[in-house]
Nanobody
Framework: QVQLVESGGGLVQPGGSLRLSCAAS????????MGWYRQAPGKERELVARISSDGSTKYADSVKGRFTISRDNAKNTVNLQMNSLKPEDTAVYYCNAEYIDTYRYPDRSWGQGTQVTVSS
């Protein structure tokens, strides 16, 4: 099994910044894409940002220019720097990892979620 542990959520005022971190551990043979999703109350979970093993990135249109995703391949960690936060960014943020496990099977795991609240 592969576990994802997230940190960095909290309460921030509009216009503020937060940095989310996620560390993967367990039966990982090789890590493929890592990313962040979010789910607001009453809404479906949506992709926020994704980064492939080669460093290529994809962002939701709503966060382009404000959020930056990065990863450390040696440590199997992924970070999300969130700037210029808006109230509509309020949601539970989930880390996601796609990998090949030690049995050579492709799989994916989710973190437990971390709350981000943007409010004055």
């Amino acid at each position: 099994q592969v576990q994802l542990v997230e940190s960095g959520g909290g309460l921030v005022q509009p216009g503020g910044s937060l940095r989310l971190s996620c560390a993967a551990s367990g039966r990982i043979f090789s890590m493929n894409a890592m990313g962040w999703y979010r789910q607001a109350p009453g809404k479906e979970r949506e992709l926020v940002a994704r980064i492939s093993s080669d460093g290529s990135t994809k962002y939701a249109d709503s966060v382009k220019g404000r959020f930056t995703i990065s990863r450390d391949n040696a440590k199997n960690t992924v970070n999300l720097q969130m700037n210029s936060l808006k109230p509509e960014d309020t949601a539970v943020y989930y880390c996601n990892a796609e990998y090949i496990d030690t049995y050579r099977y492709p799989d994916r795991s989710w973190g437990q979620g971390t709350q981000v609240t943007v409010s004055s």
